[in-house]
C-alpha cells in the first residue's frame, strides 16, 4: 500500500502562483509513476500531469501545458506542481496518484490521495 497525502492548495487571483505537494509514504520502493488530476464541480476527473518513476518523461494536459510543472524528488518520496499564470478555470480539487508507471488515464492509477483545493478568482 502507498499512502499519499497532498498540500499546498489554496485561493489566488488569477495571474497567480501555487506549488502543491504530493508526500508519499509505506511501500514507495517499487518505484512508481504519479500523476495529478483535478476535479472541478460537475466535471468529470481531468488530468492534469504525470511524471514517470525516474522523471525522465513528463506528460501535460493541453490546458495547462506551459503553464504547470511537474516534478519529483525519490528521495523524500515528495511529488510537486509548480502552478503559474492560473486561471479560473484551474479551480478544482488536485488530487496526486500513483501506479505501475505514468500515464494519463486515471485507470491506471493505484493510488489516490485526498485532494487539495485550489481556488483561483479573477
Known amino acids: 500500500q502507498v499512502q499519499l497525502v497532498e498540500s499546498g492548495g489554496g485561493s489566488v487571483q488569477a495571474g497567480g502562483s501555487l506549488r502543491l505537494s504530493c508526500a508519499a509514504s509505506?511501500?514507495?520502493?517499487?518505484?512508481?509513476?504519479m500523476g495529478w488530476f483535478r476535479q472541478a464541480p460537475g466535471k468529470e476527473r481531468e488530468f492534469v500531469a504525470a511524471?514517470?518513476?525516474?522523471?525522465?518523461?513528463?506528460w501535460y494536459g493541453d490546458s495547462v501545458k506551459g503553464r504547470f510543472t511537474i516534478s519529483r524528488d525519490n528521495a523524500k518520496n515528495m511529488l510537486w506542481l509548480q502552478m503559474d499564470s492560473l486561471k479560473p478555470d484551474d479551480t478544482a480539487l488536485y488530487y496526486c496518484?500513483?501506479?505501475?508507471?505514468?500515464?494519463?488515464?486515471?485507470?491506471?492509477?493505484?493510488?489516490w490521495g485526498q485532494g487539495t483545493q485550489v481556488t483561483v478568482s479573477s
Open positions: 509505506g511501500r514507495t520502493g517499487r518505484g512508481f509513476g
Open positions: 496518484a500513483a501506479g505501475p508507471r505514468g500515464s494519463v488515464r486515471e485507470t491506471r492509477y493505484d493510488f
Open positions: 511524471i514517470t518513476s525516474t522523471g525522465s518523461v513528463t
